[in-house]
């Protein structure tokens, strides 16, 4: 069921919203300084493309760093992601069929307005964390 399920969120909204995060990235991974908020870009399109059966926890051993990453990357680009998920989870409810994809993409907002300190474990294992 998760297959299918991935299968059409990938036709549906998945490949758009994998390469808006794609593109934070490569725009993120310009300057040194802000690398870490590329490859944090980059692991949510990862989730974005395939997210049934996985999910997205907070990392208890992320500190102030993460705090303070979380702020600069909500100013410069997770306002951004966020009202993506937020336009593609209304175009989504629209149809019968789209309203658990709309649903998920709400429930993406948090993390990519928020994306450092977590980590995305299979659904079997949440409390999988390092």
Not at 25 to 32: N, P
Not at 74 to 91: D, E, R
Request: charged residues 10%; hydrophobic residues 60%; glycine residues 12%.
């Amino acid at each position: 069921m998760k297959t299918l399920l991935n299968v059409l969120w990938l036709i549906l909204s998945g490949f758009w919203l994998a390469l808006g995060y794609v593109a934070a990235g490569i725009i993120c991974c310009i300057l040194i300084i802000t690398i870490p908020f590329g490859i944090a870009s980059f692991r949510i399109a990862g989730y974005a493309l395939w997210p049934f059966g996985r999910t997205a926890v907070v990392r208890h051993d992320a500190g102030a760093g993460s705090a303070t990453g979380n702020v600069i990357w909500f100013v410069f680009a997770g306002w951004w992601l966020a009202l993506g998920h937020i336009v593609t989870g209304i175009a989504l409810c629209v149809t019968i069929i789209g309203i658990p994809f709309g649903i998920a993409n709400f429930k993406m907002i948090p993390l990519s307005l928020l994306p450092l300190g977590r980590e995305i474990v299979p659904t079997d294992q949440p409390f999988a964390t390092r």
